[in-house]
């Protein structure tokens, strides 16, 4: 453009849709954070709705940066989605997440625990042969694990998603459709699925006791969720009084900050002991 101004000038631009030097910068760094050590897992309590009882815990990761500090996958995980990280990224949780669940079952706790899974790890071919290896490494049973995907996973490639959500079936790891709401599902599409569980978007929880529209939508997603004999789960609760609306409803497992925030592994049994106290 400079050129055709005749000022023989080119400034270089990236086109908006491509990534900034920051961006390449982060990215290419990012491809061997799991190996220097740097990638942590904090784990998200999911509580039964009716008892309060622990369910399992919801893998969330984080990435202790050399020079940026402790960066949430805000920062990071859209980055890596675009290219293949996302792919090794996915393999590290997966490890890692079988290895604390290993190591929490030694310590007689009996948790799943579930982990997000972007469109391109479900799509490839890598993910079922790499949950067979890793729940066969730490000699886990299938339903120690769950994958969470969102709903535009599956609409993207409705006949791709639907191959890979049958071996998920077969093999035993449960599947939980995350952020269910946002999306524009079909009916026939979900009821066609092999899936176990749809999780509420945050936004709806959050409108809940003020927005009738996001009490009509929780309702509704929790209908047409038990009709097809899929468990519910609400996430972003941060009160008691949209947890206890929650339960009217009939959600069966609530997540949020009202319960605890993402723990250190390390947290858990004291948060456990707090609990029993309470
Ligand atoms: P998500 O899967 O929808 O996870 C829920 C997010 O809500 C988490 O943010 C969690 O910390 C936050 N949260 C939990 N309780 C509350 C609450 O009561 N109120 C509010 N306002 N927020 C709450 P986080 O950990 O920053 O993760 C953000 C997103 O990054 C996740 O959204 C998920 O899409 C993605 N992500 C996290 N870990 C992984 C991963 O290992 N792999 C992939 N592919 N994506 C990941
Ligand atoms: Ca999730
Ligand atoms: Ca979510
Ligand atoms: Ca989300």
Redesign the pocket.
């Known amino acids: 453009e400079a050129k055709a101004q005749g000022l023989g000038v080119q400034v270089w631009q990236p086109a908006p849709d491509t990534a900034s030097a920051t961006d390449m910068l982060l990215l290419a760094e990012l491809r061997g954070a799991g190996e220097r050590g740097e990638l942590r ?2 784990y ?1 309590p999911q509580c039964e709705a009716a008892t309060g009882r622990l369910r399992g815990l ?5 990435w202790q940066h050399p020079r940026l500090g402790l960066l ?3 920062s990071f ?1 859209e980055l ?2 675009r290219t293949d990280t ?1 792919v090794d ?2 393999d590290w ?1 997966l490890a890692e997440a079988a290895r604390q669940c290993r190591a929490w079952r030694d310590q007689g706790l009996d948790l799943e625990v579930s ?4 469109t391109r ?1 479900l799509h490839g071919g890598a993910l079922v042969p790499q949950l067979r290896s890793v729940l066969a490494e730490h000699g886990l049973p299938p339903s120690a694990l769950r994958l ?1 995907i ?1 709903e535009t996973t599956v609409l993207r490639r409705p006949e791709r998603a639907a191959l890979v959500l049958g071996q998920l079936r077969e093999l035993g790891v449960a599947v939980s459709v ?2 269910f709401g946002t999306g524009y599902t079909s009916l026939a599409m979900l009821s066609e699925l092999p899936l176990d569980e749809l ?1 509420l ?2 936004r709806f ?2 409108g809940l006791l003020t927005r009738p529209a996001d009490a009509a939508i929780a309702t509704s997603v929790l209908e047409l969720a038990h009709r097809l004999g899929l468990v519910t789960v609400a ?4 009160d008691e009084e949209t947890a206890e609306e929650l339960r009217r409803i009939g959600y069966d497992t609530l ?4 319960f605890a ?2 723990l250190d592994p390390a947290a858990l049994p004291l948060w456990l002991r707090a609990r029993e106290a309470a």
Do not use: C, F
Request: negative net charge.
């Open positions: 897992l904090r998200q919801e893998a969330l990761v984080r949430s996958p805000a995980v890596a989605e996302i990224l996915t949780v982990v997000n899974v972007s790890v969470e969102t995350d952020d999780k978007d945050a929880v959050s996430e972003g609760v941060e997540q949020g900050y009202l925030p993402p």
